[in-house]
């Protein structure tokens, strides 16, 4: 599982920062989470290929979240894109879009297809065989949603030496890889737990930014092996984390702590602040396995 930063900044763009925007490579998918302005082109500067992001999940309707949405889908149709494009977000981002395109008469040669949410409650976006997509209800100024990506647990190991040892037929290897026992090719029956191993664990990524500190999110993300969680400000501002719907560093630490997650990703920092590291050193003192988000980072977790 692999994050890609594109941008992490609250607010306005700025020639050496960028406001948010991220790649999610889970299970074979491209999952682009957010698409502030800038975005296309940050895809570029990290060579992430347009044709493999099929779907776009939009956190709110605050401009830093979703203004560089336009322009990528125009580039797509300038590109030729055929296949479809699934955008998933708040109420009202299919009229935003579809006016922009209609007034520039710029309809899309591929389907676009929009997902439109109003639900406070969690629900599931996307499944497949390997993964599902399931909103987080956040509070925020205008309605948000997080999201928690989880991997489904995969095949078991196929031990070959023991397959050889216990004289099993390669034919039988599919089997054997979906947790069923088999019969080796002198007659005699092989229980799975001989032959295989236990997968990896399935890996989990929960997104949460814009957001107030709320414990209610705890439960919906116990356990997580990564939580990307706003911290806009430090606590030296915490007078203005509240009014402004929005979290300290201290704030996503304990929320962290209190779901046992993996890893703390920060990220969504005010540029008033000219040293990120400030946002490590006070979450520190409350959780320890913290990753800094900076625009162009690659965050492989394990």
């Known amino acids: 599982m692999k994050i890609t930063i594109l941008g992490c900044y609250a607010a306005t763009p700025r020639s050496f920062t960028n406001p948010t925007s991220q790649v999610l490579e889970i299970k074979n998918h491209l999952f682009l989470i957010d698409c502030g302005e800038g975005t296309q082109v940050q895809l570029r500067r990290n060579k992430i290929k347009f044709s493999k992001i099929k779907h776009i999940f939009i956190s709110h309707l605050h401009g830093d979240h979703f203004y560089g949405l336009v322009g990528l889908v125009s580039t797509f149709r300038l590109l030729n894109r055929e296949s479809e494009l699934h955008i998933y977000g708040p109420k009202g981002i299919k009229e935003i879009i579809t006016l922009q395109l209609k007034l520039a008469n710029s309809w899309t040669n591929f389907p676009l297809i929009f997902h439109e949410l109003t639900s406070k409650e969690p629900e599931l976006l996307f499944e497949d ?6 909103t987080l209800p956040l509070k925020h100024r205008v309605y948000t949603n997080g999201f928690l990506f989880k991997e ?15 004289n099993i037929d390669y034919t039988l290897f599919k089997s054997l890889k979906k947790g069923k026992d088999v019969v080796s090719e002198d007659g005699k029956l092989i229980p799975n737990r001989l032959v295989t ?4 664990p399935p ?3 929960a997104f949460c930014s814009d957001t ?6 705890v439960p919906m993300i116990k356990n997580t092996t990564a939580l990307y969680h706003e911290s806009t400000f430090l606590e030296d501002q915490l007078e203005l984390a509240f009014p402004t719907k929005h979290s300290t560093a201290k704030q996503a630490a ?24 400030l946002f490590r050193t006070e979450a520190s003192e409350i959780f320890s396995e913290i990753i ?11």
Not at 152 to 165: N, Q, S, T, V, W
Not at 197 to 200: A, N, T
Not at 212 to 217: A, G, P, Q, S, Y
């Open 129 to 134: 065989t390997q993964v599902s997509v399931s």
């Open 212 to 217: 107030v500190f709320d414990m209610d999110l």
């Open 292 to 302: 800094l988000a900076d625009d162009g980072e690659e965050i492989i977790v394990e």
């Open 152 to 166: 489904k647990e995969g095949d078991r190991r196929l031990l070959m030496d023991k397959a050889e040892e216990y």
């Open 197 to 200: 191993e236990d997968p990896s």
């Open 254 to 277: 304990t929320i962290a702590k209190a779901a046992d997650v993996q890893k703390l990703i920060l990220g969504h920092y005010s540029t008033r602040y000219q040293n990120i590291e």
């Open 203 to 205: 890996k989990s990524y």
